[in-house]
């Protein structure tokens, strides 16, 4: 995690408002010892990339109907995009167990529970049941090479004694660290590009899925991996509501999808993301809209952000920091400038300052409000992106800067 300047620490006191009631039991087990069940053949449509979804909460007290709403319109997305909606893999909660898991909030208010209703649904989403997809698909020749887009949408947690190592939370209040998914991800072939959107609390740690096992004293893994992620490894998200009506999410799934495709959850079409005028748009492309799109207090990550921020050290923000924003624009991808660009109108902010300067300009804290103080933040930390990489490309260190380029090249891929 970065840690912020002195006078600029504009969002460490918003985590304690913004977290979420999991409702997690207490018994949940790190140890993953549930024997796999037998799934059905995993789809291999006629498409070059590989799609697995994994979604829902470890127990009905937090399976909103959000989590099965992100799995339609992730499907919906597909299908926008010229996909059989049957090309994901998807595990869902309790699967097609029939069993009313989901919970939702009825019309009168009251918390209700309802029967998944997933077209295409493989199982339940255990760690289990994505283990023998991974082996499965494998050894499914020539399938395994094909490029992997993996979508997480449920609960995290911390992991108090390694928070590069968190889990995401999987039905059975099963706990899957960052390593256990990187072990899985590692059995794959070394030219089998892995892309994983993740969307929940403390989801930033897994971008550790870049190294081997998960860790990085490991190294890069033989795969060429990268990842998006709702927010950083110290906070949590937003999301998962058990309200029905999809036109009041704001989260990252929505952003993202919709600046990937072009058409939001409830089918209107939106602004292109396509910031490189190279006609597709990039995964980081959907991941620069989702910043701006996102009216939220998340804090949208990816692997290559955070291998750079942690890096950033005290005097290095303060050096990039103290300059006149424009002039680190200079060397910023498009998607990077549509971050500042758009979030700096959104606050008023003038980009011929430094961005410790500008914020003078902005009223108190307590007078701007959570979301505002999010875009600072993003801000701040979008600027650290640029002028990291720009000081690391002018070092002329061989090793940082084919790490950048290889993780830059798995960001900017699509949907094949």
């Given amino acids: 995690m970065v840690v912020p300047l002195n006078g600029i620490r504009v969002f460490l006191g918003l985590a304690s408002s913004i977290v979420m009631s999991l409702g997690i039991s207490s018994s949940a087990q790190e140890e993953i010892t549930e024997i796999p069940e037998t799934l059905p053949t995993p789809c291999q449509a006629a498409n070059s990339t590989n799609f697995l979804v994994v979604a829902g909460g470890g127990a009905p007290s937090y399976n909103e109907i959000a989590l099965e709403k992100n799995v339609l319109y992730f499907q919906r997305t597909l299908q926008a995009m010229g996909y059989d909606p049957a090309a994901a ?106 892309v994983s959107m993740m969307a929940q609390c403390y989801s930033g740690s897994f971008a550790n899925l870049i190294y081997a096992d998960g860790q990085p004293s490991q190294g890069l893994a033989d795969q060429d991996r990268c990842g998006f992620f709702a927010t950083l490894r110290t906070l949590p998200s937003v999301g998962c509501t058990p309200e029905v009506n999809e036109a009041d999410y704001r989260d990252y799934s929505s952003s993202f999808f919709a600046g990937l495709s072009g058409i939001d959850r409830i089918g209107n079409p939106v602004a292109s993301a396509d910031y490189n005028q190279d006609g597709r748009v990039a995964y980081a492309e959907a991941h620069a809209y989702a910043k701006v799109d996102g009216e939220t207090t998340d804090l949208p990550v990816s692997t290559l952000e955070v291998w750079l921020q942690e890096r950033a050290t005290l005097p290095l923000q303060e050096e990039i920091l103290s300059q006149p924003m424009q002039t680190l624009l200079t060397t910023a991808r498009p998607e990077q400038r549509h971050v500042v660009e758009g979030l700096a109108r959104e606050l008023g902010l003038d980009l011929a300052q430094p961005y410790i300067d500008s914020q003078q300009s902005l009223p108190s804290q307590r007078a701007l409000g959570e979301v505002p103080l999010t875009y600072l933040e993003r801000i701040r930390l979008e600027l650290l992106n640029v002028g990291m990489e720009a000081r690391i490309r002018e070092s002329g260190d061989a090793g940082a800067i084919a790490t950048i380029d290889r993780l830059l090249n798995c960001e900017s891929g699509y949907w094949q």
């Fill in 89 to 194: 893999n998807v595990f869902f909660a309790n699967g097609n167990s029939g069993e009313a898991t989901i919970r939702y909030l009825d019309p009168q208010g009251q918390i209700r529970f309802k029967v998944p209703e997933i077209p295409h649904l493989l199982g339940a989403s255990t760690f289990a049941n994505l283990q023998t997809w991974v082996r499965e698909t494998v050894t499914a020749s020539p399938a395994s090479t094909r490029p992997l887009f993996f979508y997480f949408t449920g609960h995290g947690t911390r992991n108090e004694r390694n928070l590069n190592n968190n889990y995401m939370m999987l039905w059975g209040d099963q706990r899957v660290s960052v390593q256990d998914l990187a072990q899985t991800f590692d059995q794959f072939p070394s030219d089998t590009p892995i």
